[in-house]
């Protein structure tokens, strides 16, 4: 009985082992990658993107228990096409980058889902920390490269995103959709 | 319609037009000036998604009151006035009518260039007319200022008027726009 367990143990021991071995390491491609986010304001949609980001990713459909997606945010990058609502977005009443230069998200469990992906991680944002689940596809490409896209949801004021006035969601709304589009390459 | 006499009011549709769109004018002015005054930031935003939403909707009350006005005629002028009175009555109100149409639009392409969409009362958002463009906002900017005092002037000038043939010339110019008046003829 007791030899029968080892060996259930050394089995499961060896099939982890053989899905680490399984994953593949990517980064992403600067120039091709993008991340974008939708917000309401005033009752109308605005779009803004991040140009500086870096995602780590190491993935493999078949061994999602060792699959994880790591992505730096420099707060500082970004652009929603006016330069006002820039300066104001990365004032200290929203994403205060002076103190918060960074975000970052990691993800802390992976699952296949009938469209795709699913996963749930720690996005940390503005000094704050909280789990933020995304949806995604994974599409493997030429040459060892792959894209990983997908979206979420988050609402800004659980980051403390939008002080003073812009607590308020009259004019800018708390539900904030992400839409990412990851253009990965296979790490050297 | 030729062959029928001029009316000698301004019919219900007509006094509900001129009224129900002087009436958001005054708020327009009340919100965009204020609004113009206040450092950037959510308070601003909060007064400039009004002003646009009253804008949109005289811009629909104006294509509205438009149409109307092609076929529908106004009444007369009253006899007394000279060639040059009835020419300025003409052109403050054709001025009118082109200012119902460019402030709404001038303030509309100016949101559409600073990548800020007009939504109608968080009902729906209009499209952006362009894309951002920096220089376009501040051109269309000072435009939509100036027009603003413009149109200032111009609604001055046509309250003194209306006042000065009630008051002066004792004619109905004033009270044929009035509801619940009746407008005798007097001399």
């Given at each position: 009985m007791r030899n029968i367990y080892l060996a259930g143990t050394a089995a499961v021991l060896l099939g982890a082992a053989a899905a680490v071995a399984a994953v593949a390491s990517y980064t992403s491609d600067a120039q091709q990658s993008r991340l974008e986010f939708v917000g309401l304001q005033a009752g109308a949609e605005f779009k803004g993107v991040f140009h500086k980001f870096t995602a780590n990713v190491d993935f493999a459909p078949d061994a999602l228990a060792s699959s994880r997606i790591d992505v730096q945010i420099?707060?500082?990058?970004?652009?929603?096409?006016?330069k006002d609502r820039d300066a104001t977005i990365r004032g200290k009443d929203v994403f205060d980058v002076a103190h918060n230069p960074t975000a970052h998200y990691l993800t802390k469990s992976i699952t296949k889902t009938a469209a795709g992906f699913a996963a749930v991680g720690a996005l940390t944002l503005r000094g704050v920390t909280k789990d933020i689940p995304i949806e995604f596809q994974f599409v493997p490409g030429a040459a060892g490269a792959a894209k990983l896209s997908g979206s979420a949801k988050l609402n800004r004021l659980d980051f403390g995103?939008?002080?003073?006035?812009?607590?308020?969601?009259?004019?800018?709304?708390d539900a904030v959709k992400i839409n990412f589009s990851l253009v990965l390459k296979p790490k050297g | 319609m030729p062959n029928q006499s001029p009316p000698t009011r301004y019919s219900a549709v007509a006094q509900g037009f001129h009224w129900l769109i002087a009436a958001l004018i005054v708020v327009q002015f009340t919100l965009g000036w204020t609004a113009g005054n206040l450092p950037i930031g959510a308070r601003k935003l909060a007064r400039l998604d009004w002003h646009k939403s009253f804008g949109m909707t005289i811009l629909m009350l104006a294509v509205l009151r438009l149409l109307w006005r092609l076929f529908h005629r106004p009444p007369e002028l009253p006899a007394g006035m000279t060639a040059i009175e009835r020419q300025l009555a003409r052109a403050t109100h054709v001025l009118f009518y082109v200012l119902l149409f460019v402030m709404p639009l001038t303030g509309w392409v100016m949101s559409s260039a600073k990548n800020f969409s007009v939504s109608w009362f968080h009902q729906f958002t209009w499209p952006n007319l362009i894309g951002p463009n920096e220089r376009a906002f501040d051109v269309l900017r000072t435009t939509h200022d100036t027009l603003s005092w413009l149109l200032f002037a111009l609604a001055s000038l046509h309250i003194l008027a209306a006042l000065k043939h009630h008051?002066?010339?004792?004619?109905?110019v004033l009270k044929r726009m009035l509801p619940f008046t009746k407008s005798e003829k007097r001399s």
């Open positions: 420099d707060m500082n990058s970004v652009d929603s096409m006016d995103v939008g002080q003073g006035d812009w607590k308020s969601t009259d004019t800018v709304g | 008051f002066w010339h004792k004619d109905d």
